[in-house]
């Protein structure tokens, strides 16, 4: 009787179990770098709003100061998405009659609230808090990216454990003086880790093992 | 075979996993600005019933929060010492919030105002330098015809400290090389 199988599998079998243990890291691979893509993580993606509004105008053209709109980013751990009323301060009198902010003048008439669509939205386990990271000199745009050039806002980082951590781990190469918290486009005025020693320990900013403890974050 | 399977049908489960994990995400409570079905205006926010005193903001300081005095005029007083931490304050809260129409000298040409806002009055005129400070709070706290009230905004400690500062730089623009202390005066680069 002759052999089922030719000389030649040997080969073959040798390459399928080369191939699933392959395969096998190439899928582990791949779900690693997708649950850290854009894809997954929706930075980078804008999202639809009922009011095309746009910081690209607002802050980058007209100058208007990020604390204007977001008041309470200071005092609070929720930075405000502004009410009608502070679109109306200005929009009483400009492009008072364009269509596209008809929803807002709609909003003002029968005060019904906007449904802006959420953009950065940390799980419901985490906890975060702005107050504490623009009183000790972490500007938005550390966090945010070019916001004054957003026609329409969207997220910039991956919003993940590991990206907060990156910054609670070293946070010398990103604090800036506090007048600078709203600057987009900041310059240090030389060398950023030594300006950054120095206000790290100005602003007592607690170390790295107190920082990265669980229980801040998942409180 | 029955391995393979079992690798793939694991790694399979787990990319599955990695899309279930949205109850935790957004758990049903309610978080600063989340909509509710509840309640009939969609805000999960509710007003505050009226005549509520919260704990400590009984607000009866009457001149720290109307700018009155007990006569009910406006008053000419502050109702907290004027230090420099106060002007500091006062000048960062002004480049916010007034500005885009006031511009940063007061002279009412801000960015909004040249694309066609109502053109405020300079604040370097007799009649706005001899109105009292309880005037400017006032106007702040109110608004003034086309201008809007920034009440929401600018909380009350803030409001007086963005009129210690309209009164600085009223000043500044009167200001003589007199005004400037003596050992100040070498920094100011030859100016008589």
Redesign the interface.
Known sequence: MSQIFRRSTNTFTRATIFGAVFMLGLTVWAIDRLSRSDYVTRATQAREQPVPFSHAHHVGGLGVDCQYCHTSVEISSYANIPPTKTCMNCHSQIWSTSPTLEPVRASYRTNQSIRWTKVNDLPDFVYFNHSIHVNKGVGCESCHGRVDRMPLTYQVNSLQMEWCLNCHRNPEKYVRPREFITTMGYQPAGDQEEIGRKLVAEYKIQNARALTSCSTCHR | MR??LT?GGL?LS??VL?ACRQD????P?Y???R?SDFFA???SARPIAEGTVARGHLNDDKLFYTGKGADGRPSQEFPMPVTKALLLRGE?RY???CT?CHDRTGNGNG??VR????RPPTYHSDRLRQQPNGYLYDVITNGFG?M?DYA??VQPADRWAIVAYIRALQLSQQASINDVPPEARNQLGGAK
Request: hydrophobic share 35%; glycine share 6%.
């Open positions: 391995t393979k690798l790694a787990l990319a990695s935790m995400h957004d758990q409570k978080v600063p600005l909509p205006d969609g805000r960062q480049n916010i919030y885009p960015m909004i694309r066609g806002y109502r086309a809007p929401a905004q």
